[in-house]
């Protein structure tokens, strides 16, 4: 895994991240909801959420890569504050953002929970079972373990952000490899995807120490 964007490799104005929760104070989820894209950046503007990343996961096959992905899923990753946000919440947004009634027509695109232990198996199916009953219809999204999860190349983390780039090169400079897993990065990312609401846009950008230019790129984005 990258360095946390927490412990910054180069120093750093952007105080949020080395104020978020580190690893030992988080709980990880992993989900398939089709492309990776824009799920990242959904699960990215939600509070609570800490870190985000996208890869795959669910297949067989070693060490896979995008041009060569067997039989893996493209998943996103998030690294949650359990006091802010539950895990039930998480998934009321995966059940929302794709559609759970179909079977894929690539595994590829798959809808899938892959839960990391038995009480998160117990919530994912309990929450299907409450879809279920309340549309009558059957859910094709798979809940299952995760085994392993492979990290996606780098030009497909925070997809979004990086389609705006005077705002990504900025923050890749400060933060190097640790840019993958930083919050700023993560809820910018959701911002200019259209998420997120603008008290919480509003009170992010009084804390960074951005350029002009680069706030004035996210706002055009708005």
């Not at 297949?59 to 493209?74: K, M, Q």
């Not at 999860?149 to 389609?163: D, I, M, P, T, V």
């Not at 930083?182 to 950008?205: C, I, Q």
Request: hydrophobic content about 35%; charged content about 25%.
């Amino acid at each position: 895994m990258t360095p946390s964007a927490y412990e910054p490799t180069h120093p750093t104005a952007l105080a949020v991240d080395a104020e978020s929760p580190g690893p030992a104070a988080t709980a990880t989820a992993t989900f398939g909801m089709g492309c990776f894209w824009g799920p990242d950046a959904r699960f990215g503007a939600i509070p609570g959420v800490v870190r985000t990343r996208v890869g795959y996961a669910g297949g067989t096959e070693p060490d896979p890569s995008y041009y060569s992905l067997g039989d893996h899923t493209e998943v996103v990753q998030v690294e949650y504050d359990p006091d802010a946000v539950s895990y039930r919440a998480l998934l009321d947004v995966v059940w929302a953002n794709h559609d759970p009634f179909s079977a894929p027509h690539k595994r590829q695109y798959r809808g899938v929970v892959l839960v990391h232990d038995d009480r998160q198996r117990e919530v994912a199916q309990q929450t299907r079972e409450e879809l279920e009953s309340r549309t009558g219809k059957s859910v094709e999204t798979a809940i299952e373990g995760l085994d392993r999860f492979y990290l996606a190349e780098g030009y497909h983390q925070k997809y979004e952000l990086r389609s705006t780039p005077v705002v990504a090169d900025e923050l890749e400079d400060i933060y190097g490899d640790a840019f993958v897993d930083s919050t700023v990065a993560a809820r910018l990312n959701g911002f200019v995807a259209g998420h997120g609401e603008d008290d919480e846009r509003d009170a992010l950008f009084a804390e960074l120490d951005l350029s002009p230019a680069a706030l004035s790129e996210v706002r055009r984005r708005l």
